[in-house]
């Protein structure tokens, strides 16, 4: 008996369809991988299970990536498995093989990347024969039982969805193409000279640098200007309000920092209050009705936006909760979603909804949101409307809602985001907000008091204005709690026309200021937001809805970018790292300034369209990306020039050879000789002056003054100076121990650096310190002083004290010329620093906290560990946190321990 194969994206959606399709097509039996009945087997994938690989003739590695290697534009693209994955894959390929299997439905979620999900599936399990079995395309915008089942009765065909399919092949291989031709020609371009300098780009990542580099150049170039306020308490007969003076004539203009209570010398803003202090004055105001409606449902970015303002959560944080809610909890809808809206449909549901959060006795603050959950059901609040029900509004998912399913059991930052998206669900079924808006104007006559030029710049009356907002009905807000008057809106009441006299004036100096950082929150939006960055109508249309990656892979892009050490958190802000300078200044000098803008993902997001509707063959899109491709290699390939044009920033330490200016250019910090001011430090303007070099120490100068000829490589072992850290290696002659090294072969390692005096060349060069000094001092048998030094513990082996020594910590009794201990420990271990508070810990209780800043060497990747020490080995090891294993606790303890020292 012939049967047809579901493939759903997630097993929750194949759960959803079995109990749909049990009315209709009997009863199905549960097995480990799959569920049956006799006309269907449902499965489901993980999300993606196989992923794009190169062929092996194309497969460079990483310590061998050069020109001659370039363009990487393979006649085909071979599938390989995902590592975390390939159970789930192999489980499917059986069942996609087997003979009663004879069509396909790819349930999968309706939007492109469900498209290439299936596909893909399609592809390794049959290669040349994928399309032999006959596929369909199960196409739901909604969840409910019968929306499954309309979708079933109005299956598309395979030859409907070959648009789709094709585009999401198409964008797949793009960005696989733009990203590593992109990434291993400038890598190969800044390692030209010598070692390796990992410089990676791609479609979406270095766009979304771009925005964080141009906000840093903003404020790098950003001169604070002295302005002067003017404020006023006013005494009426109710009593005293305050007013603020402003010009009514005002006009914006190109300057943007100018406003219209804004005073740009203290003697016009002495001139103001004077002639005003003491004087009397007449009010008139404006009173309007204002109304707010609630905000939309939670999408993804929106969630992640919120959470990281209120909680300080970062965008991978929220969705790893939301997840959880998801997946273990099972109370939130999907939570990658770009959708702010449910499906038509779903009115019922939303109702049941709130009938569980009005009856379900919630855990803590919870519970108080059940009577404004019955509020909504017996007030007849929820009811059809487009702004909460339209299906046009929804791609691949709809909004985060509550499930069905109460809560139970949630940590405290599991439940913070949980309260998040149940007020909002309510809220968004509550009427608007009302307010009444009010905006008084109190003028009083200057006469002659102000001087001339002024009195002609801002008119014989002085106007102030203050503004005043009541809350007549909560509306939406009282889901909030804002039940009652804000204490702003207070706003004492006036007579028409009423006579007040000025009691007090003050007069505020203040300086304007740069723009801020961007934190997770505001990238986010700018990110979704990149549309409006683009000039041309088509392309700004065509990301209209889509922005700079999806809410599911935005999270992963900001993570990257700190991962490859581009920018940085400084609490809540995000900063660009020199290496993210250097990359721009590159990209810009190189005329490939197009990797840099979100006009490349409108670009693509046109055509991608165009190509789903039959109006672009993939060929032709393919094209083009092979076009791009080499040409990124062709102009980082052929350009000759010595340095790449910037804007270049003075060091303020002088040259350690002649005393004189240190300046970057390109590759170095390069003495350019005597200063007739002597050394100064002149702002980089743009900021994107630091760039790439070569490892190692001294060498060329480039072209830039008449210096003494000391240098050294900005990037030593492909790691960029910060500034500061220039400065201080000058000044201090040596720095760190700092992390983020490469060596030859690409692998990171942690070291100090030291400026050493070469008498050969009769200057400086850069060396690293790999503790060299400290095994020549033992050789001599001189002994090393930890007086003064703080002991953070009592040595495990040897009951000695440990202090902190170059890159490691030690026992006392394991340095200098007499050792009988052999204890050490890194002060950096995998990129992860170890603080004086976590050796404490170890020496005190054999464990540290669970620290998450490891990166292997192997995958790259970051994971989380303890540090303990192991008696039996005499060493400190990673300790990992427990799994729910099934293998013999044996071999659990045996493998839940690798060496960390």
Sequence with gaps: MSKALVIAEKPSVAQDIVRALTASSGKFEKFAEHFESDDYVVTSAVGHLVEIKAPEAYDVKRGKWSFANLPVLPPHFDL???????????????????????????ACDAGREGELIFRLIEQYALGAKAGSKPVQRLWLQSMTPQAIRDGFDKLRSDAEMQGLAQAARSRSEADWLVGINGTRAMTAFNSRDGGFFLTTVGRVQTPTLSIVVEREEKIRKHVSRPYWEVRADFGAAAGLYEGKWFDPKFRKDDDAERRADRLWNAADAEAIAAAVRGQHGRVREEAKPSNQASPLLYDLTTLQREANSRFGFSAKTTLSIAQALYEKHKVLTYPRTDARALPEDYLPVAKQTL????????????????????????????????????????????????????????????????????????????????????????????????????????????????????????????????????????????????????????????????????NEATL??????????????????????????????????IEGLILEKYMYRDGRDLVPTAKAFQLMTLLRGLAVEDLTKPELTGQWEHQLAQMEKGKLSRDEFMAGIADMAQRIVRKAKEYDRDTIPGDYAT???????????????????????????????????????????????????????????????????????????????????????????????GWPFTAELKLVRDEEIHNWKLEFDFGEDEKKAQEDGEPVDFSGAQSLGVCPKCAGHVYEHGTNYVCEHAVGAHQTCDFKTGAIILQQPVTHEQVQKLLATGKTDLLDGFVSNKTRRKFKAFLSYDKKEGKVVFEFEPRAARVPAKKAAKAGKADAT
């Excluded at 060329?700 to 100076?721: D, H, L, M, N």
Aim: charged share 25%; hydrophobic share 35%.
């Design 80 to 106: 390989e498995p995902i590592d975390k994955s390939k159970g789930r894959l192999s489980a499917v390929v059986k069942l996609i093989k087997r003979k009663d299997v004879t069509r396909l439905i790819n």
């Design 355 to 518: 009938g569980m959060i009005a009856d379900e006795d919630l855990p803590g603050p919870l519970r108080e949101l059940a009577q404004h959950a019955r509020k909504a059901l017996n007030d007849g609040y929820v009811k059809p409307s487009k702004r909460i029900f339209d299906n046009s509004k929804i791609s691949d998912h709809f909004a985060i809602i509550p499930t069905l399913q109460a809560p139970r059991a949630l940590t405290e930052i599991e439940a913070k985001l949980y309260d998040m998206v149940v007020k909002r669900f309510i809220a968004v079924f509550y009427p608007s907000a009302e307010f009444m808006v009010t905006t008084r104007i109190t003028e009083v006559p200057a006469g002659n008091a102000l001087p001339a030029d002024l009195a002609r710049a801002v008119g014989g009356t002085l106007s102030f204005q203050t503004n005043g907002k009541v809350l007549v009905n909560p509306g939406w807000l009282a889901v909030y709690g804002k039940e009652a008057q804000d204490e702003d809106a207070n706003l004492v009441p006036v007579q028409p026309d009423e006579r007040v006299s000025a009691e007090e004036l003050r007069i505020a100096a203040l300086k304007t200021r740069p723009p801020a950082r961007y």
């Design 651 to 745: 060091l303020t330490s002088p040259c350690p050879n002649c005393g004189g200016t240190v300046k970057e250019n390109y590759r170095r910090f390069a003495c350019v000789g005597p200063s007739s001011a002597g050394p100064s430090s002149i702002p980089r303007g743009d900021g994107a002056a630091l760039g790439s070099g070569p490892a190692g120490g001294s060498g060329s100068v480039e072209p830039e003054g008449q210096g003494c000829g000391f240098s050294i490589t900005k990037i030593p072992a492909g790691r960029s100076f910060e500034l500061h850290e220039a400065d201080a290696f000058l000044r201090d002659h040596r720095i760190g121990p700092l992390e983020g090294f490469r060596s030859k072969a």
């Design 524 to 557: 986010l939006s700018a990110m979704e937001g990149a549309g409006k960055l683009i000039d041309d109508e088509e392309l700004k249309a065509a990301m209209q809805e889509k922005g700079l990656g999806t809410p599911a892979t935005r999270a992963q892009v």
